[in-house]
Structures are given as C-alpha cells and as structure tokens.
C-alpha cells in the first residue's frame, strides 16, 4: 500500500491471530487466514498466508498445546505450504497436516466440518496409518487429502 511499517510493530512474519484463545493442554488447528480463524473460533490459528516463518513456529509451539494439526486451504498455496508448516512445527511440537477439499478452506467449511477433518487427520493417521488416499471423513464424504503424521524431533 506504499504506507511506512510502524517503528517497533509486529511483521506478518511475527503474528499468529488467535493465539491467545489456545487451551493448554489441547491440540491448536492451524489455519491460514485470519478470517478462517475467526469463523473457525477458539482453538484454531492463522498464520496470515501459507507461508510460516520459523517465529510463527515458535509461537505455536510455546502456546502450551499438545500439538498442532496444519489444515490449510484446498488450493495450490494449501498445498505446497502445508508440509512446508508442519515440517517447522515438528521440530518443536507433535504436528500433522491435511488439506481442505478442493476449492474449501476452513472459512468455507466452518467450525464443526474443520474441525472433523482436522480430528480426523489427528486420530485415523495415529490409529491406522493409512495415507491420505484411503482416508474419507464420515459425514463430509470427501477424502482429506496430503495427510501426514510428523513426529516430535
């Protein structure tokens, strides 16, 4: 917007909305737009983009969440940073990752469908070790693709 950056402000890479509405103890949905986080409420993060800078990371991680499950949108940028997410939060945090349906973000999708698909990329990797192909959410009847569990280095 050709504006001057506020002397001593946060950059986007520096921001994770909706940190504060964390549960100790509880998994933290990482999604990529603030209003995705907004509509998606307590429990879900935004990164501001697909991108997560190494700070964003780190915020997450010391939010006091048991892990933190990456579902971004159901497009090219969802799906290329995605893993990318994940692989800087499994450094510092339990972490897994999936995709919104094609065309879907957790925005579109809404609390209760993001947070299915994000519960069922949590419990069906853990539990069977499927890969994403073979992995269908009960009610959206849609498979959740690019899932993967990343352990805890």
Known sequence: ?????????????EVVLGLHLVRRGEPV??????VDAAVCGPGFVATLGAHMSPQQAALIANSGASEAIVLYDGDKGGEDGAPKAAELLAGLIPCR???CPPGEDPGSLGRDRSLECALA???EIEISGL?????RSPKLGMPIPFVRNLEKR
């Open 131 to 135: 890969r994403s192909a073979e992995i």
């Open 1 to 13: 917007w050709g504006l001057p950056p506020v002397p001593q402000a946060a950059s986007a890479s």
């Open 121 to 123: 990329i949590a419990s």
């Open 29 to 34: 949905v990482v999604v990529e737009g603030p």
């Open 97 to 99: 990752y999936g995709v």
